[in-house]
């Protein structure tokens, strides 16, 4: 099996949570948490996803005090310009120095009615902005207990992959509905597993390179207590977050799961 050389990722998906200026405090909080903690910033990347009206402002925070954070936006417009009331497109978050977007969360598919084939036109939207995606994917309990644990996530995946070129920077989250914000957690084998699955689809899709580049987080209930165990199977790389990444110190921990650890 290839060396892992994947960099941890540990995202924060704010949702619709922190105005732009309960973002300045929890930014700098964060900073200062992980500085006091001598966290060295190099081993885990650190990614935050605030809502659109506060990225100008975070933006300029992590550039003015050299925050190593790389920010991401939660959605993004599969159009580049033009008559979209509400909508924001990739070429805006690029310009605010968005590393990430956010695409395909079970927020916006079940509220928003966002289909695998709008997810697939906002990846290539992503991609064409230089922004990488982060596509969610995962099933609810009925699905689970219809078609097994992976059926779903492996669907949803080979049509967002479609048309995505071998070399494109993505990322992957894997999000059972039933886990979010539920407290409901997945267990580290049932994480596993279906990562696993996923990063069989990316190598279908994608090639073998790609499969070993690219990171697959696991996503639902994550807290620093349980942070670790998800950490330690070989195909999940990181987490994306949710509620308790508005909490500092227990993001803070998450980001630190290796000192828990000792790895
Ligand atoms: P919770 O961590 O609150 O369960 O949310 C997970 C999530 O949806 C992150 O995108």
Same mark, same amino acid.
């Given at each position: ?5 994947r ?5 924060g998906?704010?949702k619709m949570n922190?105005?732009h200026?309960?973002?300045?405090a ?8 992980l500085k ?9 990347e650190?990614?935050?996803?605030p809502?659109?009206t506060d990225?100008?402002t ?6 003015a005090?050299?925050?190593?954070f790389a ?14 009331t509400?909508e924001?497109?990739g070429?805006?978050l ?12 079970s &927020?916006?598919r %079940?509220?928003?009615?966002? #289909?695998?084939?709008? @997810? !697939?036109?906002?990846?290539q =939207? ?5 922004l990488?995606?982060?596509i969610?994917v995962g099933e609810?309990? &009925?699905?689970? %207990?219809?078609?097994g644990? #992976?059926a779903v996530? @492996? !669907?949803?995946l080979?049509? =967002? ?5 071998s070399?494109a920077d993505?990322v992957?989250?894997?999000?059972p ?7 409901q957690?997945a267990?580290?084998?049932?994480a596993?597993?279906?990562c696993a699955?996923?990063r069989g689809v990316?190598?279908d899709?994608l090639g073998?390179?790609?499969a070993?580049?690219?990171?697959v987080?696991?996503g639902g209930s994550?807290?620093?207590a349980?942070?670790a165990?998800?950490?330690?199977e070989?195909?999940?790389d990181?987490a994306?977050?949710?509620g308790a990444s508005?909490?500092?110190d227990?993001f ?11 790895v």
């Amino acid at each position: 099996m290839a060396v892992n050389t994947r960099t941890p990722l540990i995202a924060g998906n704010w949702k619709m949570n922190l105005d732009h200026l309960q973002a300045v405090a929890f930014v700098q909080k964060l900073h200062w948490t992980l500085k006091d903690a001598k966290h060295d910033g190099g081993s885990v990347e650190v990614a935050l996803f605030p809502p659109f009206t506060d990225l100008r402002t975070v933006q300029t925070l992590l550039d003015a005090d050299k925050i190593p954070f790389a920010l991401g936006a939660q959605d993004i417009s599969s159009h580049d310009s033009g008559a979209y009331t509400g909508e924001v497109s990739g070429a805006f978050l690029a310009k605010l120095d968005n590393r990430y977007v956010i695409i395909g969360h079970s &927020e916006r598919r %079940e509220y928003h009615a966002e #289909t695998d084939e709008v @997810v !697939a036109a906002k990846v290539q =939207a992503a991609l064409k902005h230089g922004l990488a995606p982060v596509i969610c994917v995962g099933e609810t309990l &009925e699905q689970r %207990e219809e078609s097994g644990p #992976t059926a779903v996530s @492996v !669907a949803q995946l080979e049509v =967002a992959l479609e048309g995505v070129p071998s070399n494109a920077d993505i990322v992957v989250a894997y999000e059972p509905v039933w886990a979010i914000g539920t407290g409901q957690v997945a267990s580290p084998e049932q994480a596993q597993e279906v990562c696993a699955a996923l990063r069989g689809v990316i190598t279908d899709k994608l090639g073998e390179d790609a499969a070993a580049r690219t990171r697959v987080l696991y996503g639902g209930s994550v807290k620093a207590a349980n942070i670790a165990s998800f950490m330690r199977e070989p195909d999940v790389d990181g987490a994306l977050v949710g509620g308790a990444s508005l909490v500092v110190d227990e993001f803070a921990a998450i980001i630190r799961y290796q000192k828990h650890v000792g790895v």
